[in-house]
Structures are given as C-alpha cells and as structure tokens.
C-alpha cells in the first residue's frame, strides 16, 4: 500500500502551462493595483474544479522558489481554504501528494513559509487526524530534536497550531502507538522552556497552556515540572512570555486551584509585581487573576494580607494611560454623524412570560476591554468578597487624587471617580453613613469641564441609585434626588456624545429605582428626552429609546395624560413614517413602543392601529423574504418578525379586549400561526408569548385554527433539545393554560400530550429553570380544572412534584386557577392524592392568603374532607409529619 501511494506520489508532476497560469492568478490576486478581484476569485474558483489544482498550490508552495514569498504563501492559503470542503472527497492519491510536500518545508528557510506550512498542517489534521497521518508525528518529533532553529520553530508553530485547534487529537490513544502523543511531546515542550530562543520558549509554553483545562494524565503527572517551568520563566525578557505564565496562572485558579495553594504566596506576590508591568498587555493578563481567585471562591484569607499593596496597584492602573483611544473619542462632538462602524450590534431578547427575569449586566461605556476596566472589575469584585475592610486603604488614595483640582490632574480625579462607582455595591455599608456628602460631592462633577470626568460621575451616580431613592422620604434626600435628576437630564443634552451616553444609561438606571417617584417631573424629563431624541446621531439614538422605555416601564398609567403624550408622541410618529420597513433603525422604535402600550393601556387605541397594520405588514413582507428575497425586495432578517411580534404583545396587554377589533379586521391568526412554527427558536418564543396574550383578550379569533396551535404548543413540551429550547417551551406552555382557560372543552383532545410532557418536566424539577417549572405547574392546574375527569385518573404519577412545584409558586390569579385545578382533581379521584396528603398540606400552606372567597371555601372543603376520610388517627400521623409554621398555616383552613 505505501509503495503504491508513494508511486502515486511520484508520478504526479505538474505542467509548466498550468503552473504559469496559476502562478499568474496569484500574483494578480495579491497585487494591490489589480482593479478586478472578483473576477480573478471566478477563475480560482473555476480551477478548483480541476481534481490536481490543490497540488498545483502545494508544489508552489514548497518548491517555486523563484517567485516571491508573497505567491507561495498566497497559494498557501488558498489551499488551506480549498482543503477545508474539499479534503475529505480528495484522492487518497492527491492527499499522500500534499502531505508528503508539506513535510519537508516544516524546515524552510523563510518563516513565513513556515508559518503558512503549519497552518495548513493543522486544517488537514483537523479534517483527517493525526492517525492518517503517522509521518506527521515522526517529523515533527525529528525537527524538535534537530538543534536547527528554522526546523525547531518550524515544527514548534505547527504543533502549536494544533494544540491550540485541535489539543484533543494528541491526547487520544493511537492505533500502533505505544502512547499517546502528548506523552511523546509533553517533555520535548518543558525543555524548551529552557531555549535561548525566545520564539520557541513562546511557542512551547502557549501550546502546554493550551492543555489545562483539559489536563490529560501526562500533564497532571508533570504539574511540579510544569509550575518549576513557570516560576523559571515568570521573569523572562520577552514579554509574550510573561503575559502566558500570567494566563497560565490565570486558568489553573480557575480550573485547577490546588496545584497551586502550595505556591500561593509566590503566585500572588509574582501577579501584584506583573500587575505593574511595564507592558500593559502583560498587565492586564495578571490583572485577570484577581476576578479569577475571588470567582473560585478559595479562602479570602490567602488575599487579605497582600490587599494594601494590591489596592494602590489596581487604582493606578485605572487611570486612563496617555495613549487610551476613548481620550481621542472623547472629544467628539455630538452634532457628527456616527459611521457604520461606531454601531454596535444590538441584540432584542424575545419576550418571556415568567419569573427569570434576565439581569442586565451594568452596560459598558464602550465595549473594549483593557487595562483599565480590568482593574475596575477587579476591585469591584474584591469589595464584594472583603466589604469595608478595604476602604481605610482605597479611601485615602481616592481623597488625594480627588484634591488635586489642577487641570494636569484630571486624570486621576476621574479614576477616583470610577473607584467610587467600583466600590458602590461591595462596600456600602461602609459607605453609607457618608453617602449624602458623597453624592453633594459627584453632583457639580456633572458640569466639570472634562467630557470623560462628566461621563463618569453619571456613572458612578447611577451605581448608587437605588440609596438615593431610599432617601427620597426626607427633605435633604428628595432635594438631592431631584438634583441629580436634574443634572442627569442637563447631562443628556450635553454637546458629547460620550457623555450623552453615559447619561442615558446613568438615567435609564434611575428610572428603574425611581419608578412613580418621578411622576411629579414627568413633563420636564419628557421634554429632555425628546429635546435629545431630536438632536442625537444614530448610535445613541438607540439609548434614548431605551431610556424613554424605561421610562414608560416605570411611570406606567401617570403617562396617560394628554400634555405628556403630546410632548412624547408626535417626534416618534415623525420617526416611525420616516423609517422604512427594512431599516434595522426600527428595532429600538418598535421596542420602545413595546413599553409606551403596556404603559398608557388603553390610552394607547389613538395610535393603535397604523402600529398594529405596519406589524403585520413587516411580518408578512419578512415571510416572503424567508422563502423569495427577490419578490419581496428586502433580506430575510428575523429580528424584524421578534421585534414586530413582541409589539404585538405590548398591544394585546395595553389594550386588552380593545384589540379584538383590529385582530378581526386581518389576517394575524395565520401569520402567527406560521411563527409557531418557525425554525428559529426566538421566532417561535416571541410567537407562543402573542398566542398566550391573544388567548386572554380574544381567543375567539383564534378558534378557527385552535387544534392546530395546540398540537403546534404541545410539540414545543416534547423535544429532545428542551434544554436548548426552554424559553420557547415555557411560553407555550403558558399559552396552552391560558387557551385551556378560555376555551374549556375545546382543549380536551390535547390534554394528556401535554399532561404526559408535564409531568417529568416537573419531575426534572432541580435541572431545568424556575420558570418553566412554574408555568407548567399552573398549566397543569388548569388543564386539570378544566377537565378533571381526563387528568385526575392518573393523580398518583405527578401530586408530590406538582405540588413542590406549587408550593413554590407566589400568590397570584394564576394560582389561583392551579388550585381550582387540585380541588376539582380531588373531587373526582380523593384516593388519587393520599399518598401525597403531606405534599399538598404544603402546598396549600404556601399561601399567605387566599383572596377568592369561593376558592377558600373549596380548599377548606378538601382538607375537611381528608380528615374525615382518614381515621384512627391516620390524619394526626399525616399533621404531625408538617413543620409547625405550615400546621400554623392550614389553621385558617379551620382543621
């Protein structure tokens, strides 16, 4: 067989035509004045058809040495990319070809050839493994013993491309081999820790870093070599050398930190001298550690000595360093139009009726990760691990650096400013008691005459909101609250665009806290937002909307009043008509009028149904673009149908019934229909969240279709990937209970689907979401008050896990039914719950109170019903088995 390959291998030689011509095409392809790339890829493309043009590429490659470096690695690349779809349907032939001239360059004397060598190396071991190739090993093996530098770091960027690609391959047993091949590298690696090369002491020591978090039995064994390995270079000259022992560190905290509590000390001692490197790339690698050790969650006491030397470190290292490109940003002047580039992508998060609300992390001010956010992180997680304990060490440097008041300094006054904001959560207890004097000395800082110092104080304001609406009851605290009210508003019309950003966001938090404490301001805010919303560039554009939603979100019905609304409504109708259908501006818009119909409910209908008709439209127009782009004229993007679909929603909830006559008039039940089934995940949740909000104002239009948005919902309960699909699950769910509500018999043919879907979801209670399991507690319920004669026959397989789940279920309306649902199972089938009577006592304790007379009635009637049916002291056993605060409970139930 090898005698065949390599006669194979032999008789393959390329023509002098074909090698000009390719030759030709590279060199016009990589030549910066060609004027037509396109066309020159065309007739790349046209030669890849050709079976031999991958070995075209390779011989270049490896032998045209009379072209330019720049050809032979273009045809490199190219290769790598043909071989990437076209490997596996090669001749075996052709494969034996370009393996056997990939080899021999591992050693070649330009490095970039070697580089583009090792590239394509790990694509094929990537597509094929190293098992197909066992004469890979051998030269790599042979290059690394070579003592010939071009050949060691030839075959060191190899393996290190596969190590950091594909580490898995070298640690996996091989047929034909003694062990496995990490084993055979593992110690080639360590020795060159040792080499005067600093490429290959890089090389060697990424591709080990690259193991830990797999951490095969060879590197395990070797930890001690592998640690002795890191501490001998933890000093090295090069500084890519440091910034991996740094993140080598990094990740055994994280991954494994027992190899290294022996050495803590030195580790700590080691990352707080890095910490002050003078190459801040290797800074903030060591910076990483300290998030790292408190997310571990290993013994705080390991840190606490080395925190006031830490401290002064993380502080310093805050302030924005000379060259920080946010200080050329900065000054930019609010009335440029934003670029493409300066728009960051936006995600919208489908709807989820529930109770995981999704936190949103603290937003950024600009999305670039450094130095300086690094050491800001860190110190805010290090507050929340050692609280107060670290302010007589931060106070101090940030009292200092806030007093220097020269122009020269205001770099540090703004660190100290982001040091406050840091702290504001971990520390504020300590904070407390002098946080009016705190807040009195960040409100001028609002008007400072630095953009940046401007833009944090909005901030470092906002991270104290909820405090400062605590102190709203008394006097001082109210003045102060409307000061920085006040200033935030002063601050969103800032000429800045930094600072209006900063300020929305600063404000958006507010709101939230605030909530009807703003109502008495609500025309002056009214008239900033919109006074913004005029003045704006697209980008922060987006933050107004969302700040005007918050808004809404907070305020509610207060914003239903007619001099609001004309403040509010005209400039967003303005907008909505100058924006077409397949413009992305839309979003936030569409968003924001999500929050403005919840808001104003039924004071919404004035504007309602161009809203509604322009939804359906983008729906429809967006369908059509799924299937036919051309007809339609527009690209299929599906966050048009979430946006549109969530909106809808809103309306349904504003509205309520006052919807119905818009539903009536076109042809919603079929689109959404159509989104129930949609492929994507996030189109089907946003779907089931309408069809549960329709179900509840006017299930009457969806009766049409009724069965099929049933079984629709119901296969949404039964898939092998709910994991992955467990917000699209939990609104369909929910939508199934509230169509069973309102349509009654109609849900019977579906109810046991979605009864034998149920009842393990509730029985994999601690592996799935609380929402879930909440919602499908209620469905149960509900299908169970609906049709208790279906559902009570197999009472015995769900009553303890359903009544968990109900037990840890808030008092609402939807309880309510869940519990019309248990007593009219009871009725029915009393023997059904006996075994679980201990379950549901608890159940039914879980309620604070009751407020439906006729449901308390029914409840006392099941609990006395149980005690007369068990006798000889079978009830007093069952009472005895309760905690003392449920008996105290079920007392109001009078047994």
Not at 133 to 153: G, I, K, R, V, Y
Not at 172 to 187: T, W, Y
Not at 248 to 270: C, D, G
Not at 720 to 737: D, Q, R, Y
């Amino acid at each position: 067989m090898a005698a065949a390959a390599a006669a194979a291998t032999a008789s393959w030689q390329p023509q002098e035509e074909g090698f000009k011509e390719i030759c030709g095409l590279l060199e016009q392809h990589i030549s910066p004045s060609s004027s037509d790339k396109s066309q020159i890829l065309q007739q790349l493309q046209h030669y890849s058809q050709f079976p031999d043009f991958n070995n075209y590429l390779a011989f270049i490659l490896a032998h045209a040495e009379a072209k330019s470096v720049e050809v032979r690695q273009a045809a490199g690349l190219l290769l790598k990319n043909n071989l990437r779809s076209a490997f596996k349907s090669m001749s075996p032939a052709n494969q034996q070809y370009i393996k056997s001239e990939l080899l021999p360059c591992l050693g070649a004397a330009d490095r970039h050839i070697r580089s583009t060598v090792g590239t394509v190396i790990s694509v094929i071991v990537e597509l094929g493994g190293v098992f197909g190739w066992p004469e890979l090993l051998q030269a790599l093996a042979n290059c690394l013993d070579s003592n010939d530098l071009n050949h060691m770091e030839g075959a060191m960027d190899a393996l290190s491309k596969i190590c950091e690609d594909i580490p898995q391959v070298l640690d996996s047993d091989m047929p034909g081999l003694a062990e496995r091949p990490i084993n055979v590298f593992l110690p080639r690696l360590f020795q060159f820790f040792k080499s005067p090369h600093a490429s290959l002491r890089k090389l060697s020591l990424g591709s080990v870093n690259q193991y830990i978090m797999l951490m095969p039995t060879a590197l395990y064994v070797s930890m001690d070599q592998y640690l002795q390995g890191l501490f001998v270079l933890a000093h090295d000259p090069a500084a890519e050398v440091r910034k991996l022992v740094c993140a080598a560190f990094v990740q055994l905290i994280e991954v494994r930190p027992s190899f290294l509590e022996p050495h803590l000390k030195n580790v700590i001692e080691y990352m707080l001298q890095v910490n002050k490197d003078t190459d801040d790339e290797v800074a903030l690698e060591a910076c990483e550690f300290w998030s790292a050790y408190c997310d571990a969650q290993l013994p705080p006491e390991n840190l606490r000595e080395f925190l006031p030397r830490l401290i002064p470190v993380l502080l310093s290292n805050m302030i924005y360093s000379e060259d920080d490109e946010t200080l050329v940003d900065a000054e930019e002047d609010g009335s440029l139009p934003d670029r493409d580039q300066d728009l960051r992508p936006r995600f919208h998060s489908s709807r989820l009726h529930g109770s995981d609300s999704v936190e949103d992390d603290d937003d950024d001010i600009v999305n670039v990760w450094n130095l300086r956010k690094c050491s800001a992180a860190a110190l805010d997680i290090i507050s929340n691990v050692f609280g107060d304990e670290i302010l007589p060490t931060l106070m101090p440097i940030v009292q200092a650096k806030l007093s220097a008041t020269d122009d020269a300094s205001w770099r540090e006054r703004e660190a100290a400013v982001l040091a406050i904001g840091a702290i504001a959560e971990g520390c504020i207890s300590g904070l407390y008691p002098h946080l009016h004097e705190i807040v009195a000395f960040l409100i001028p800082l609002l008007d400072d005459k630095f953009p940046l110092i401007r833009s944090i104080s909005c901030w470092t304001l906002s991270r104290f909101s909820k405090f400062i609406v605590q102190g709203i009851g008394h006097q001082k605290g109210y003045e102060q609250f409307d000061k920085i009210l006040m200033g935030l508003l002063r601050r969103i019309l800032d000429t800045n665009k930094r600072v209006q950003e900063a300020a929305c966001s600063a404000f958006a938090t507010l709101e939230e806290e605030a909530a009807e404490e703003l109502a008495p301001r609500l025309e002056t805010i009214l008239q900033h937002l919109m006074c913004a919303f005029g003045k704006y560039q697209r980008r922060n554009l987006r933050i107004v909307y969302d700040a005007i939603g918050t808004l809404a979100d907070a305020v509610g019905g207060e914003l239903n009043q007619p001099t609001y609304l004309d403040i509010l409504m005209p400039p967003l109708i303005t907008k909505w008509q100058q924006l077409s259908n397949s413009d992305k501006d839309l979003f936030p818009l569409l968003e924001c009028f999500t929050s403005i119909a919840q808001a104003l409910g039924t004071g919404f209908s004035q504007f309602a149904e161009p809203v509604f008709q322009r939804c359906l439209t983008i729906i429809q127009t967006q369908q059509l673009a799924k299937v036919d782009p051309v007809s339609a004229g527009i690209q299929y993007d599906k966050e048009f149908i979430v946006c549109c679909l969530d909106l809808l929603s809103g309306l349904a909830e504003g509205l309520g019934s006052g919807i119905e006559s818009l539903v009536s008039q076109g042809n919603l039940r079929d689109l959404l229909l159509q989104c129930c089934m949609d492929d994507a995940s996030d189109v089907r949740q946003s779907a089931f969240a309408l069809l549960g909000d329709l179900a509840r104002v006017c299930p009457v239009h969806l009766r049409p279709r009724l069965s099929e948005f049933l079984d629709v919902a119901a296969k949404q309960l039964n898939t092998p990937k709910l994991k992955e699909t467990i917000s699209v699950a939990n609104n369909a769910c929910w939508a199934i209970g509230e169509l069973a509500v309102k349509v009654n018999q109609d849900i019977s043919p579906i109810v046991m689907t979605v009864i034998s879907c149920l009842v393990p979801i509730l029985q994999h209670a601690e592996e799935l979401n609380k929402s879930l399991i909440e919602n499908g507690a209620i469905t149960l319920g509900r299908l169970a008050w609906v049709c208790p004669e279906l559902v009570s026959p197999h009472m015995e397989h769900f009553m303890q896990s359903w009544c968990t789940a109900l037990s840890k279920i808030r008092d609402d309306i939807e309880k309510e039914d869940a519990f019309r649902g248990l007593c009219a199972m009871v009725r029915a089938n009393p023997s059904g719950a006996l075994n679980s009577l201990v379950f549901m006592c608890k159940a039914i304790a879980s309620w604070h109170e009751i407020r439906s007379e006729e449901l308390h009635n029914e409840v006392c009637q099941v609990l006395h019903g149980y005690k007369q049916m068990l006798r000889n002291g079978a009830w007093e056993q069952c009472m005895s088995a309760l905690e003392p605060p449920v008996k105290e409970r079920l007392s109001k139930y009078q047994v």
